[in-house]
């Protein structure tokens, strides 16, 4: 697979992976391996970032979506992350709001359509 699709099930921002992992191919056997034994890059990339924008969206409790309203587009760190969560900006509280009623309404609508399937 490509660097990016690798990249992307091991939750990590590409361009902070090293070279010869963005200029292979990743097969299954070695993705697997990275999943069950992931080297000390793939372990540091995971713990201090840079992010890729949905698991920055996800540590902050927002959508992606709401990540670019807010006007972050790069990767952050789990630092600068972390500084956010504890300024807890005006924008976060919103966008956290926007959020939680966007997953209530879906919920909402799935049991709705639950119902229906079982008329």
């Not at 299954?28 to 201090?48: C, G, K, T, V, Y």
């Not at 005006?90 to 049991?111: G, I, N, P, S």
Request: no cysteine.
């Amino acid at each position: 697979m490509k660097p990016a699709t690798a990249a992307k099930k091991l939750g990590v921002y590409l361009e902070a992976t090293p070279e010869e992992f963005q200029a292979g191919v990743v097969s299954r056997d070695e993705l697997n391996e990275l999943q069950a034994n992931p080297p000390e890059w793939l372990r540091d990339l995971r713990r201090n970032g840079p992010h890729p924008k949905q698991l920055i969206a996800q540590k902050l409790g927002i959508s992606s979506s709401g990540l670019l309203r807010a006007g972050i587009t790069d990767a952050l760190t789990t630092d600068q992350i972390n500084a956010i969560k504890d300024e807890n900006p005006d924008w976060l509280v919103r966008e956290r709001q926007v959020y939680v009623d966007f997953k209530a309404e879906e919920a909402r609508l799935a049991e709705k359509a639950r119902l229906e399937e079982e008329e």
